[in-house]
T-cell receptor
Framework: AQSVSQHNHHVILSEAASLELGCNYS??????LFWYVQYPGQHLQLLLKYFSGDPLVKGIKGFEAEFIKSKFSFNLRKPSVQWSDTAEYFCAVTSFGNEKLTFGTGTRLTIIP | DAGVTQSPTHLIKTRGQHVTLRCSPISGHKSVSWYQQVLGQGPQFIFQ???????GRGNFPDRFSARQFPNYSSELNVNALLLGDSALYLC?????????????FGPGTRLTVT
């Protein structure tokens, strides 16, 4: 069975700081990886996704993530955060033949102006 | 274009009652999935339907059931409600079934069981 771990439960940063949120997954086969974001009062929306190819993927709003197969990781990064990045961030995985999204527990990001 | 819509927005029920939640997918999308998000947790998969057939079921009791209609809208039914069923119920649609198709989420239905 596939599973996802997000070890940072709550991250507090000042504006312009760099961000890295950890995501590790557990599954032995080929995976598809996703980062979703949930802004306060809004629905879940896709930030970026990795299916194959270049392990460094770029998403919306300046976010990027790197797939490191040997570490079973898919960490989310942003070089300079803004107050508007305050939100809950979820890492998720699907796999061939297992289409359901398996989510991590989420990381709450608070940006201090 | 309208996104995924869900109704009602909020719902308060009493233990033992039954509830029906509704979802309309994005126009042209044939797959609908349901997720339960308990406060402080990530969404957990409940069901997936594609072309009106159940394609996947998560680890939820038989009190949970769902169906998809010919217009691809979907209902999630929960019988004999427990306090632990209090959660945000999310519906997601995708154009096709398959692990690489992006799922688009609706705003959710907030269910409170008292």
């Amino acid at each position: 069975a596939q599973s996802v771990s997000q070890h940072n439960h709550h991250v507090i940063l000042s504006e312009a700081a760099s961000l890295e949120l950890g995501c590790n997954y557990s599954y032995g086969g080929t995976v598809n990886l996703f980062w979703y974001v949930q802004y306060p009062g809004q629905h879940l929306q896709l930030l970026l996704k990795y299916f194959s190819g270049d392990p460094l993927v770029k998403g919306i709003k300046g976010f990027e993530a790197e797939f490191i197969k040997s570490k079973f990781s898919f960490n989310l990064r942003k070089p300079s955060v803004q107050w508007s990045d305050t939100a809950e961030y979820f890492c998720a995985v699907t796999s061939f033949g297992n289409e359901k999204l398996t989510f991590g527990t989420g990381t709450r990001l608070t940006i201090i102006p | 274009d309208a996104g995924v819509t869900q109704s009602p927005t909020h719902l308060i029920k009493t233990r033992g009652q039954h509830v029906t939640l509704r979802c309309s997918p994005i126009s042209g999308h044939k797959s609908v999935s349901w997720y339960q998000q308990v406060l402080g947790q990530g969404p957990q998969f409940i069901f997936q339907y594609y072309e009106k057939e159940e394609r996947g079921r998560g680890n939820f009791p038989d009190r949970f059931s769902a169906r998809q209609f010919p217009n691809y809208s979907s209902e999630l039914n929960v019988n004999a409600l427990l306090l632990g069923d209090s959660a945000l119920y999310l519906c997601a649609s995708s154009s096709q079934a398959g692990s690489t198709y992006e799922q688009y989420f609706g705003p959710g239905t907030r269910l409170t069981v008292t």
